[in-house]
């Protein structure tokens, strides 16, 4: 089994920074792609940013603003958000594609449990 542990997430005023960070552990071969999603108050979970090897997308909202990077030795993955704005706020959720082995090896999909962010005007 692979697991997600978030962190960082809390209260900042608009245009502070918060720096979330996502460790995967358990039976892991190899990270594939990480990336955070987040969803606001009524809204459909959406896309902020991927990493996948050294390339990396964001969404246009928070292009400029955010920036994904990963650890490898730690399987960590961090998404630094700077200038942030009152809709910025949402729960951010960590996701990975992962191998991992036990008796074999299977290629699977993980969420973690979810960091809440906050924005204050």
């Known amino acids: 089994q692979v697991q997600l542990v978030e962190s960082g997430g809390g209260l900042v005023q608009a245009g502070g920074s918060l720096r979330l960070s996502c460790a995967a552990s358990?039976?892991?071969?190899?990270?594939?792609?990480m990336g955070w999603h987040r969803q606001g108050p009524g809204t459909q979970r959406e896309l902020v940013a991927r990493?996948?090897?050294?390339?990396?997308t964001y969404a246009d909202s928070v292009k400029g603003r955010f920036t994904i990077s990963r650890d490898n030795a730690k399987n960590t993955v961090y998404l630094q958000m700077n200038s942030l704005k009152p809709d910025d706020t949402a729960v951010y959720y960590c996701?990975?594609?992962?191998?991992?082995?036990?008796?074999?090896?299977?290629?699977?999909?993980?969420w973690g449990q979810g960091t809440q962010v906050t924005v204050s005007s």
């Open positions: 996701n990975a594609d992962v191998t991992s082995y036990t008796v074999s090896y299977y290629r699977g999909s993980y």
């Open positions: 358990g039976n892991i071969a190899a990270i594939n792609t």
């Open positions: 990493i996948v090897g050294g390339s990396t």
